[in-house]
């Protein structure tokens, strides 16, 4: 089974920065698209950021300027790095891999998540 464990949540004050990291390990063939989403309370599920195995970006509106996601294809790591914190980045962050197993067709797999709380 791939497992993706999410690590570098926590609280920090607003304007502050955290880096996000996210480690997928098991068995696969390699990794097409790692993204993060994130869940605050009361709210659906919604997109973050995402990157492709061709270093192509996608970022949700309200972190555009703030966030950068990026990839360490060797440690098959995914980061979020976050700057100028608000307090409504507040959520539970989730890390997302598409990926092609060693065997059988592309698979979604998902973290169980971290808390980031943005508070003074």
């Known amino acids: 089974q791939v497992q993706l464990v999410e690590s570098g949540g926590g609280l920090v004050q607003p304007g502050g920065s955290l880096r996000l990291s996210c480690a997928a390990s098991?068995?696969?063939?390699?990794?097409?698209?790692m993204g993060w989403y994130r869940q605050a309370p009361g709210k659906q599920r919604e997109l973050v950021a995402v990157i492709s195995s061709v270093w192509s970006t996608n970022y949700a509106e309200s972190v555009k300027g703030r966030f950068t996601i990026s990839r360490d294809n060797a440690k098959n790591t995914v980061y979020l790095q976050m700057n100028s914190l608000k307090p409504e980045d507040t959520a539970v962050y989730y890390c997302?891999?598409?990926?092609?197993?060693?065997?059988?067709?592309?698979?979604?797999?998902w973290g169980r998540g971290t808390q980031v709380t943005v508070s003074s």
């Open positions: 098991g068995s696969f063939f390699s990794i097409n698209n």
């Open positions: 997302h891999a598409n990926l092609w197993p060693t065997d059988g067709g592309m698979e979604d797999h």
